[in-house]
């Protein structure tokens, strides 16, 4: 019964803002680790940006200063505000949770994925 489902993505100018929005269902939200991961044409899947339980938040250095990951726990939601978009941002989003149990087990989603495409 767990889902992760993206909004929020869509074609935006260069130099344009998006905010994406992930909402989880059937999870214990506030303990998982939650990112927000990117596949653009041709290239492997990378962590944009993720966000721990503690609030700690990490970003791939090439969004370091444009993006910004947060959360809200009572929502269930984990956003990702996308600043001074440039085309090399082109890429399906894909929202990830992540909670590591114990050495024997990881739970480890995805949603569904959500197209953003820069271009002028």
């Known amino acids: 019964q767990v889902q992760l489902v993206e909004s929020g993505g869509g074609l935006v100018q260069p130099g344009g803002s998006l905010k994406l929005s992930c909402t989880a269902s059937g999870i214990t939200f506030e303990v998982y680790t939650m990112g927000w991961y990117r596949q653009a044409p041709g290239k492997q899947r990378e962590l944009v940006a993720a966000i721990t339980e503690g609030l700690t938040t990490n970003y791939v250095d090439s969004v370091k200063g444009r993006f910004t990951i947060s959360r809200d726990n009572a929502e269930k939601t984990v956003y990702l505000q996308m600043n001074s978009l440039n085309p090399e941002d082109t890429a399906v989003y894909y929202c990830?949770?992540?909670?590591?149990?114990?050495?024997?087990?990881?739970?480890?989603?995805w949603g569904q994925g959500t197209q953003v495409t820069v271009s002028s």
């Open positions: 990830n949770a992540r909670w590591v149990v114990s050495s024997s087990w990881t739970y480890d989603y």
